[in-house]
Nanobody, 128 residues
Framework: QVQLVESGGGSVQAGSSLRLSCVASGYTYSLPYMGWFRQALGKEREGLARINLFGDNTWYAASVKGRFTISRDKDKNTLYLQMDSLLPEDTATYYC?????????????????????WGQGTRVTVSS
């Protein structure tokens, strides 16, 4: 069973940076796609960024493009989200997600059901 564990959240001032990490374990095959989502209080979960196995194909939501960078270290089984120029509206719980083997097309970030595995989330609070 694949397990995803996020870390790196915290409370920061607007304009600051944070780097989130997500360590994957419990599997012997490569996870072809991984992604980051977030959910603010009272709002639906939002897909932010997606990356393929080799890290050469990424996609970002308009709300974070140019400020957030997704990356992964295949050897360390770790996914990252570098968040720069943070805004108060970035306050949310951030989740990483992954799809299992056999997925050959990028899973849509707008369809949570397309993602097989989820972490427990890490909280990010940005104050003005």
């Amino acid at each position: 069973q694949v397990q995803l564990v996020e870390s790196g959240g915290g409370s920061v001032q607007a304009g600051s940076s944070l780097r989130l990490s997500c360590v994957a374990s419990g599997y012997t095959y490569s996870l072809p796609y991984m992604g980051w989502f977030r959910q603010a209080l009272g709002k639906e979960r939002e897909g932010l960024a997606r990356i393929n196995l080799f890290g050469d194909n990424t996609w970002y939501a308009a709300s974070v493009k140019g400020r957030f960078t997704i990356s992964r270290d295949k050897d360390k089984n770790t996914l990252y989200l570098q968040m720069d120029s943070l805004l108060p509206e970035d306050t949310a719980t951030y989740y990483c997600a992954a799809v299992g083997s056999g997925v050959y097309f990028p899973p849509p970030l707008t369809d949570q059901k397309a993602w097989d595995y989820w972490g427990q989330g890490t909280r990010v609070t940005v104050s003005s």
